[in-house]
């Protein structure tokens, strides 16, 4: 049974012009991959996804942004309550809006959020976690991953921000801590929220 114990309930949640913020990863870790000759060998990336507790589909940790931490703290404490890793954000890849039935209150009626996502490299896979009774965790290249996404506004993170990201840093060596760290720290106010063309009303895991 794990020591870490997920945070529960809505007191400290944070909300913005009447969205629900959350916050979020894709982690991610390299793979080396032998060629046809076998002598030579790619590094590849693989994604992690968790099952939904609602119904069928992926999803990327994910939760709500509490006001006594930052985005980022959040994105790191949903990672090892919900998917039971450790590693290093080094990525900002966006905000994505959505609506959720289930999350529903007095201050988003309408189920509005904003998820403040970014790319989690993999460091630790830890062996017990908060959610482990009831999450199952699977390494997907992308195409598979994009696939298996429950959520249109999770695939959209996917196709659109880490997967147009990666490589390009990947190729050039700049895989550091420093965007994601900058980036949310500027605030809303100077990021372009990516609306998904469509929108989902699956419940909210």
Known sequence: MSDLVARTGRLQQRYEDGYRLIAGCIPFKYINTKENDGDTSEKTVEVL????????????P????????????????EAIEEAGVRGDLVHFLGYYAF???????EFSP?????????????????ESWPEKSHRQRSWLKIPEA????RHPW?????????????????DRGEL??????????????????????????????
């Open 49 to 60: 996804m968790i099952n939904s507790t609602s119904g069928p589909g992926l999803l990327f």
């Open 62 to 77: 994910k939760g709500g942004w509490e006001t006594d931490e930052t985005a980022e703290q959040a994105a790191t404490r």
């Open 99 to 105: 609506k959720s039935k289930t999350l529903q209150d």
């Open 110 to 126: 309408e189920g509005l959020c904003k998820a403040a996502m970014f790319a989690l490299l993999v460091k630790e896979e830890l």
């Open 146 to 149: 994009i696939q298996q996404c």
């Open 154 to 170: 999770m695939r959209e993170a996917l196709e659109l921000g880490f997967k147009n990201w990666y490589p390009i840093n990947h």
């Open 176 to 205: 550091g801590k420093d965007d994601a760290n900058n980036s949310v720290a500027l605030g809303f106010e100077h990021f372009l929220v990516k609306m998904v063309s469509c929108i989902s009303f699956q419940p909210f895991p």
